[in-house]
């Protein structure tokens, strides 16, 4: 037997190196990974526009001098097995790099430490042409040239990342700067997530100097947010902590509460397990296949807190948005699954059960058994408002519920009650059938069955819905119109 130093092949390996699979968003949150480590309270991004993008990531953290910009820009400058402080974020000594050189072809890393600034790049052109694992340095001259290069002029340390030479979006997109331009929008909503608890406390982080408002996926804010008691349990030797939430009903929600959620689709597909490693979210909206997305438990969402000190139990990989949880942490949390579900579902059957006189007729309002009584609510599922859902687009569509909702929680129950006390009110009273009233309704309908047909339904499936929905059905002469109409068809 004998041995033989097997040395990787710079360009090859490099190159191979680019394809971990991250997304611009996810690779962003990995450099932005060590500025939150490095301790900075600040950490700004930059992309001009122009038809050579540029994108700056600078902290105001700690900072490293030459000899350790040098280290941490060599590929495995940590050992993954290494035991890292409470609040680091990283943990294979390869993000800087392997984040950056996966959207663009060069990397220069610029840092300043006890006042003095050194910089270095990887360059992928350079490797290929040297053929060699050569990162280049630059004298001070050369780093005054580099965009932006004042930001230093108000931190005491810090660091600088350029990345530049977007080939990885180039090659998919027709509008280079139109294309990093729209990336950088799901970059900032990635970010106001996954960081969401760093931006509530002191750190914030800038694009374009406008600030990144946190967004908090259990609306902690929210006073109909029911935050449970938090759980915790040991595992070799490290604490995790389980926290569930349940969201609101959607009707609760305003317009900003749903942005903040995502959509009323993303509260239904994103409920489940919110991991985080030190604060910082991983996965999301998963039960691991433990419970089924089901239509009950939308409204529960658990925070799991795991310390950095388990990441070799859960496998978490380079880019830290995958990882799979052992069944020794699963078990432990199922427990909290039970009691978040059952109540998510008790939301849901308190606002449910229907009081109807008659199954077969569609009426306006809804009366509700609620714990402590009764609720009226506005039948969504009247002609009137579906035929409205195909016509609005999302934006009108929610100010009709806003609007909804609003008529529904200022129900005259006072005003209602003393008429109705006093037999004044008009529907206790045999009702007489104006010809102008009937008239009304039935070009009422006329309208809508064109409006209707607009959307693909038929003359005949309209007359029916109407007949069977208040306040048409309650007029007989109406009905009696209808039903000629529906035979003349
Ligand atoms: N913005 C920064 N400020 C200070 N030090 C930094 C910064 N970015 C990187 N470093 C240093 O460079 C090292 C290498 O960073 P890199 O992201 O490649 O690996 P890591 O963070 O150690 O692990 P991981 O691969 O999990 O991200 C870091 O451990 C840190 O010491
Ligand atoms: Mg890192």
């Known amino acids: 037997m004998f ?27 990995d450099i932005i990974d060590n500025s939150i480590s490095a301790k900075a309270s600040k950490i700004e991004l930059f992309l001009p526009p122009g038809e050579n993008p540029y994108l700056i990531i600078f902290d105001n953290g700690t900072g490293m001098d030459a000899k350790e910009i040098e280290e941490a820009m060599r590929y495995g400058s940590k050992n993954p097995l290494d035991r890292r402080t409470k609040n680091d974020l990283g943990r294979f000594g390869l993000g800087l790099k392997s984040a950056s050189l996966s959207q663009c072809r060069k990397l220069t890393v610029v840092s300043k430490k006890n006042n003095k600034v050194a910089a270095f790049s990887w360059d992928l052109d350079y ?5 060699s694992w050569n990162i280049i340095g630059y004298d001070i001259d050369e780093i005054k040239k580099l965009p932006r290069i004042e930001l230093f002029d108000n931190v005491d ?32 909503e990635h970010l106001s997530l996954v960081f969401h608890r760093y931006l509530e406390g002191k750190v914030s982080i800038y694009i374009n100097n406008l600030k990144i408002e946190p967004k908090d996926p259990f609306l902690t804010k929210h006073k109909k947010t ?10 070799d030797g490290s604490k995790i902590k389980v926290k569930p939430y349940i969201l609101p009903y959607i009707n609760y929600l305003t317009k900003e509460d749903i942005k903040k959620v995502g959509s009323k689709e993303r509260l239904r597909n994103e409920q489940g397990f919110y991991i985080y490693r030190n604060k910082r979210l991983i996965i999301w909206g998963t039960w691991f296949r433990m419970e089924t997305k089901g239509e009950l438990s939308k409204l529960a969402r658990i925070r799991v807190d795991i310390p950095n000190s388990l990441d070799y139990m859960w496998n978490i990989d380079i880019k830290k948005s995958s990882a799979n949880l052992p069944d020794k942490i699963k078990n432990n949390l199922y427990n909290c699954i039970k009691e978040s579900v059952v109540s998510s579902e008790a939301v849901h ?33 009247i002609p009137q408002i579906e035929l409205l859902k195909d016509s609005l687009d999302e934006k009108q569509f929610s100010l009709l519920e806003k609007t909804l909702v609003y008529i529904e929680n200022n129900f005259p ?77």
């Open 3 to 29: 041995e033989k130093e097997s040395i990787p092949f710079a360009p090859m390996l490099i190159e191979s190196m680019r394809s971990l699979g991250y997304s611009f968003e996810s690779a962003i949150a």
């Open 127 to 131: 490797i290929k042409s040297s053929q």
């Open 157 to 188: 340390s810090g660091t600088y990342v350029l990345l530049q030479e977007f080939d990885r979006v180039k090659s998919s997109a027709k509008d280079l700067s139109r294309t990093i331009t729209e990336n950088m929008i799901k970059t900032e």
């Open 226 to 235: 029911q935050s449970k008691r938090e759980q915790s349990f040991t595992i």
């Open 349 to 381: 059957q308190y606002r449910g059960r229907k009081q109807k006189e008659n199954e077969d007729i569609t009426y306006i309002w809804d009366r509700i058994k609620t714990r402590d009584g009764y609720e009226y609510k506005i039948n969504r599922k």
């Open 413 to 489: 129950v006072n005003a209602l009650y003393l008429d109705a006390t006093k037999g004044d009110i008009s529907q206790n009273k045999e009702k007489v059938e104006e010809d102008s009233e009937i008239e009304q309704l039935y070009n009422d309908v006329l309208m809508q069955i064109e409006f209707g047909k607009e959307y693909g339904m038929s003359k005949k499936e309209i007359i029916k819905l109407f007949m069977i929905s208040e306040p048409y059905c309650n007029y007989k002469r109406l009905m009696v119109k209808l039903e000629g109409m529906l035979n003349d068809e």
